[in-house]
Each structure stands twice: as structure tokens, then as C-alpha cells.
């Protein structure tokens, strides 16, 4: 969480420049040794190789077809960007080319994240008759959690077949917290793979050239600005050259704002958009008050968000302070803003959710009660999950929802056969996220 305050100023000036790809060595330009043989990206650390033998191209290379430019039949491939780029092959002839890295940084939960990388296909000319090319989607990006689960997060829906340039693929991802990886690769069959080849045979590949690769939390804005009176904030904001526009229908990065309120940012990546917020609280008065609860048994954080200490009632001298109890609370605070204090109604309630769970379904598609609706009900705000599990322990359903959730009994495309399964439901109130809950049952799948 960024938190800003600004104090009787006329006019404050505030600049954000995506900064924070958390991909090591997006474009694979440091290296530990030379390019010598194909083979060999695992030089561009800290990328590895997950399968089979994925290449580096790098300007440096000693083995000139691994150095750009690469003077293919009907076009020369540069890096998109720098001196360097992968390539993997991805489609048939048992091809299944994938290599990974850690992130950074950890993914945020909730964060919405920028995802993009740009690829060209390795094919055939337009005058190839006999080729063994195959243009192809089979190309794609994942992210790994600590769960080994794959999450697909750039998935190309049509063939990339132009040779002559760089694609440019993006997409949103709001992260959940638990991606360790980042992987690139077709994790998909031939047979779900989209090819246009031009014969039949069992020497058919796809290759694919990647660079440029993108994982930028889109986090422009600060969670809290404070605003003294007569103060203006002048936003200018820049994010990877994508087209932003706020809710309340301002176009671009720049822009004034000097009234308190919720203000939201979207970034246009093409099929999605990516959001930000930031809440503008005005310091007109000389006190402010917040109402707010606490779990029985339960510990809360006060904070005033403010960066300098306020006076507690309770004696204590800081920014924040920790209760076990409800009752009032206020802190008196000394700021260029003038005097201000903070008054804290917190009352106890009992951060319970409750689950409305069917305990049969038929998922006949057409048919009555083909889907299992799970309701989430609580007197409090708060995150919760829901899982689902054969009987074998395979996840076959997750869900990330506080409202309600639907389950038609599909697993990898198919329908699941009769049986029972196990459902968990892992929720935390939003004012205590380490207090991790769990709500179990079963639903038995008939036909």
C-alpha cells in the first residue's frame, strides 16, 4: 500500500512511469557464457530449461545462425528490442519446447498485472509448396503456482503466421499470490492446437521466436491520497503505451483532480482492462470519523494512514495502534493541515460466513438443476475461495468470490462421471486476512 498526504499546497504534481516488470532479463540480454551451440538459453540466467533444448539468438553468439540478424528464406529476423531473443519449438514432431524463471517479486493478490510478450513465427514462404512449417497458436504463457498448478495467462486463440514482424501478445491477470514462476511454452496437444500446414506429414513442427516479456503490476495510483483545502492534484500517468481513460470519462494519464472522492483508472490491453484505484480523502475539518468492526477474540490494526504520529487516547504515540476490543478510539494529530483528530467507532460483531450449498446436482446440459450454485452470506466484508475435489484429490473447480459461485461439472472439458465430491470453502474477513477460515461439505454429481 502507497500513502500520500498533501498539505495546503496550491499544486502537487504527480508522475508514474511503468517501472516494474518483475520478470529477470525480459529479453534475455545477460548471459554467463557465450552462445556457442543451439541449445543453450539457460545462459540467459536466471531463465531455465523446463523441456527439451529451447535457443538463445544473441548478437554475441560464435556460431553465426545464432547471431542476429538471422537471414532466413523471405525475411531477416532482429530482436524486437536489444541484442537477443529465445526461440522454441512448439507443434508436433514431438515438440514441446518450455522454460521458466522466478519472478522478481512476489505476485500481489488482488493486483491487476499487465501480462505481454512479443513472438514471430519461424515458417514457410508464400511460394513453399513441400514445407514442413506449420503456422499455429501453439505458443503461450503461464504462470506456476507454489501448488505446481499451471495458470494460463496469454493464450492466442488464432494463427500467428506473419514472418515478417514481431506480435505483440498481452492480456490482464489479477493475481491471486501464490504464482512462483513465470513459463513459456504450448501446454496445450497437438490435437487442441490450431495448425494450418500446407502437407501431410509426421516431420510437421511449429517454431516460435520470443522476446520482450511483461509482468507489470498495474499499480499507478496510490491506495490514499489526502487533500488539505485549496489543493489541486495533477495526475500524468504513462503505462506501456496503452490508451487510459478514468470512470468518470476523463481520457489520458493527465489530468487534475481537487475534490475529495474514489477516483479509477483503466488501461485498454486490447480484449481486457486493467484497473486501478485511488480513494481522495479531503481534510477540510478538524476531525474525521471512522466506524469500522472487530472478530471476538480477535486483534485490530488503527491506522491513521497519515505520515506523521498521532496521540492516542489510550496513551500511545504513533501512526497506529492495536486493539483487542471494541469501543472508541481516537487519535489527535498535529499536521500542516491543522489539528486533526481521528475518531474510531469499532464495534464487535461476529465475522462468521455462511455457505448455501447444494448437496446433489445432475450437470445434464439443458436439463434441471445442471449446475451446482453456491451463496456466500456474512455481516462482515471479506475474501473468499472456493474449492472443489474428485475423488481422487484432483482440483476439478476453484473460484475466487464473495457473492456466489457456479459449478456446471466440467473438468478439462468434459463432463465429470457420477461421484461425490469434497468442497472447501477458505474465506478471511477483509479486516483480518491473516485469519484464514475453512468451510467444508461434499455434492454428489447424479445422472
Not at 43 to 64: C, K, M, S, Y
Not at 318 to 347: K, N, W
Request: charged share 20%; hydrophobic share 35%.
Amino acid at each position: 500500500m502507497r500513502l500520500f498526504l498533501f498539505f495546503f499546497v496550491q499544486f502537487q504534481f504527480l508522475h508514474f512511469l511503468p517501472c516494474q516488470n518483475i520478470v529477470p532479463n525480459p529479453g534475455f540480454e545477460t548471459l554467463t557464457g557465450q552462445v556457442t551451440i543451439s541449445g543453450l538459453l539457460e545462459l540467459a540466467v536466471p531463465w531455465r530449461i523446463d523441456n527439451q533444448t529451447p535457443d538463445l539468438f544473441h548478437t554475441e553468439a560464435t556460431l553465426g545462425f545464432l547471431r542476429p540478424p538471422l537471414i532466413l528464406p523471405c525475411t531477416t529476423v532482429n530482436p524486437n528490442s536489444g541484442n537477443a531473443f529465445a526461440g522454441i519449438a512448439t507443434y508436433g514432431h514431438s515438440s514441446r519446447e518450455l522454460f521458466s524463471t522466478h519472478f522478481l517479486s512476489p505476485m500481489k493478490k488482488g493486483i491487476d498485472y499487465y501480462v505481454a510478450m512479443h513472438v514471430r513465427p519461424w515458417g514457410r514462404c508464400p511460394s513453399d509448396i513441400e514445407s514442413t512449417f506449420c503456422f499455429t497458436n501453439g505458443i503461450g504463457l503461464n504462470f506456476i503456482t507454489n501448488r505446481s498448478e499451471a495458470i494460463m495467462a496469454i493464450e492466442p486463440e488464432e494463427i500467428i503466421d506473419d514472418i515478417s514482424t514481431w506480435t505483440l501478445l498481452q492480456s490482464c491477470y489479477t493475481g491471486e499470490g501464490n504464482e512462483i514462476r513465470i513459463q513459456i511454452g504450448n501446454l496445450k496437444t497437438d490435437e487442441e492446437t490450431i495448425a494450418d500446414c500446407i502437407t501431410s506429414s509426421s516431420l510437421h513442427f511449429s517454431y516460435f521466436f520470443v522476446d520482450d516479456i511483461i509482468v507489470d503490476p498495474f499499480d499507478v495510483l496510490p491506495d490514499v491520497l489526502y487533500l488539505c483545502k485549496d489543493s489541486v492534484i495533477h495526475f500524468d500517468i504513462e503505462f506501456y503505451n496503452l490508451d487510459l481513460i478514468w470512470e468518470d470519462n476523463v481520457f489520458g494519464g493527465r489530468r487534475s483532480i481537487d475534490e475529495p472522492g474514489t477516483y479509477v483508472i483503466l488501461a485498454d490491453a486490447g480484449s481486457c482492462y486493467l484497473k486501478d484505484t485511488v480513494q481522495i480523502i479531503g481534510l477540510f475539518k478538524d476531525d474525521l470519523h471512522i466506524d469500522t468492526s472487530i472478530c471476538p477474540g480477535q486483534k485490530l490494526t488503527l491506522e491513521t494512514h497519515l505520515p506523521v504520529p498521532g496521540s492516542w487516547n489510550n496513551g500511545i504515540t504513533g501512526q497506529s495502534i492495536e486493539i483487542h476490543s471494541p469501543g472508541q478510539y481516537y487519535a489527535s494529530i498535529d499536521s500542516l493541515c491543522g489539528g486533526i483528530t481521528m475518531y474510531f467507532e469499532v464495534r464487535e460483531t461476529h465475522c462468521q460466513v455462511s455457505v448455501y450449498a447444494p448437496n446433489i446436482f445432475n450437470p445434464t446440459p439443458g436439463g434441471n438443476n445442471s449446475s451446482a450454485v453456491f451463496y456466500y452470506d456474512s455481516d462482515v466484508e471479506f475474501e473468499g475461495e472456493l474449492y472443489i475435489y474428485d475423488r481422487w484429490g484432483n482440483l476439478v473447480f476453484f473460484d475466487k468470490n464473495n457473492k456466489s459461485s457456479t459449478f456446471d461439472g466440467m473438468f478439462k472439458g468434459k463432463l465429470l462421471q457420477p461421484q461425490v465430491l469434497v468442497w472447501l470453502f477458505k474465506f478471511s474477513p477483509s479486516q483480518n486476512p491473516n485469519n484464514i477460515k475453512i468451510i467444508k461439505g461434499d455434492i454428489t454429481i447424479i445422472r
